[in-house]
């Protein structure tokens, strides 16, 4: 049985995680979750699992799911902060943390169960965009065990030998006949709208992913393919890939969730129905498989698939973040934070959906121009560009540039 630490609980990753464990209750036990600031559903998942130690980000919402518990009798300790989510992430009762809270927020509690040596389920793709060489260097140092969970980087690491699955970050790809990974992509919900168009979309409009349940913040990303440029950014740390070795392929159907080319001419894909379901039970039970209450996909309705080359003109992120990913760690920082403020400044319809590249270009530009002040060798050096550029982003979109 794998003892759990799940990061970021009330979110949609933490949803499909425990829909995983509901199928397979024999070989999973929850030993804490922690979240944001949702208290009600912490409230349900609480009531339900049972975990000894629930987590909110913050001590208001920690002292209300504290005083809901104890009304309803349950013996949950409850804590609040990133030292809380840090520590239960590495305490000992644990072998397994899922890390899924989105953004930012996720570095240090992952990184924590990182260097305590755990299996770390890998679902939060900004710990590799901000530190990605100490972050690999550091589960080599601890022999912690990392496993991909975002569908594309799951599905490249099925497709390749265990010698690499098991030597992530630190892996030869060349040595083992690969030549190309093909990071796949929908495209988003307007991979057809006229550029024109773009200037006018909503949050409403943006959020509405064809083809995944997301959180709004992935949703946004989707439609600027921000978050294919972060997925680049982890992928080329996860498989130690080069740029040549690295390509973006548009696949509106999401049937196939990333490719693998040998150099004898040989491709492997792994498709599946677009559910972070199945990814997820094979973190969970690698290298066995369980049942993951996804069915499997039925060739006869699949229909046609289709690819396409990115448009950088409709996709300016996604050039942004390949471009920055071979800069430096300072660049993919700086535009990893840029784009979270960003994105909450077009959510909140402070500015127009067209904006988000202007706003992350501008900032990832200026901390490039300091590089030489600038060092990014330990996690206080790199949470510091990260305070530096949200800054600038905050000026830039408040119209007080610096």
Request: hydrophobic share 45%; with cysteine.
């Amino acid at each position: 049985m794998r003892n759990l630490t799940i990061l970021g609980a009330t979110g949609s990753i933490g949803a499909s995680t425990l829909k995983v464990i509901e199928n397979n209750p024999e070989q999973f036990r929850i030993v804490a979750l922690a979240a944001g600031q949702n208290v009600e559903k912490m409230i349900q998942l609480c009531a339900k699992w049972q975990p000894q130690y629930a987590v909110m980000a913050d001590e208001v919402s920690a002292q209300q799911l504290k005083k809901a518990l104890a009304a309803l009798g349950l013996n949950v300790t409850v804590l609040a902060g990133v030292e809380a989510m840090c520590h239960v992430s590495s305490m000992s009762e644990v072998d397994t943390v899922m890390a899924a809270i989105v953004g930012a927020a996720g570095l240090m509690p992952t990184m924590a169960a990182v260097k305590a040596g755990k299996r770390v389920l890998l679902a939060n793709k900004e710990a590799l965009v901000m530190s990605g060489q100490l972050f690999v260097d550091a589960v080599k140092q601890s022999g912690a065990e990392l496993l991909p969970v975002d569908s594309e980087h799951n599905a490249i690491f099925q497709c390749l030998p265990s010698e690499i699955q098991t030597n992530l970050g630190h892996c030869d790809l060349s040595e083992h006949g690969i030549e190309h990974i093909l990071l796949t992509g929908s495209g988003g919900p307007f991979r057809y709208s006229n550029l024109e168009e773009l200037e006018h979309v909503t949050p409403e409009q943006a959020i509405a992913h064809p083809n995944w349940s997301m959180g709004p913040k992935i949703s946004v990303d989707s439609a600027t393919m921000m978050n294919k440029g972060l997925e680049y950014i982890e992928a080329k740390w996860l498989f130690n890939a080069s740029r040549e070795q690295m390509k973006v392929i548009i696949h509106p159907q999401s049937v196939i969730h990333s490719m693998v080319q040998y150099k004898d001419g040989s491709t492997l894909a792994q498709l599946g129905e677009p559910d972070m379901a199945t990814p997820i039970a094979l973190t969970l039970s690698y290298p066995e498989r369980v049942r993951a209450g996804v069915k499997p996909l039925d060739f006869t309705q699949v229909g046609q698939l289709t690819f396409l080359e990115p448009d950088f003109e409709r996709y300016p992120c996604l050039k942004l973040a390949i471009d920055a990913c071979y800069i430096g760690q300072h660049a993919t920082t700086a535009l990893n934070a840029a784009n979270e403020i960003a994105v909450d400044a077009f959510l909140n319809r402070t500015i127009p959906f067209t904006h988000i590249a202007r706003v992350n270009n501008w900032v990832t530009e200026r901390i490039c121009s300091m590089n030489t002040q600038l060092k990014c060798d330990s996690l206080e050096s790199i949470l510091e560009v990260d305070k530096m550029a949200r800054s600038l982003a905050t000026n830039f979109i408040s119209g007080r540039r610096a």
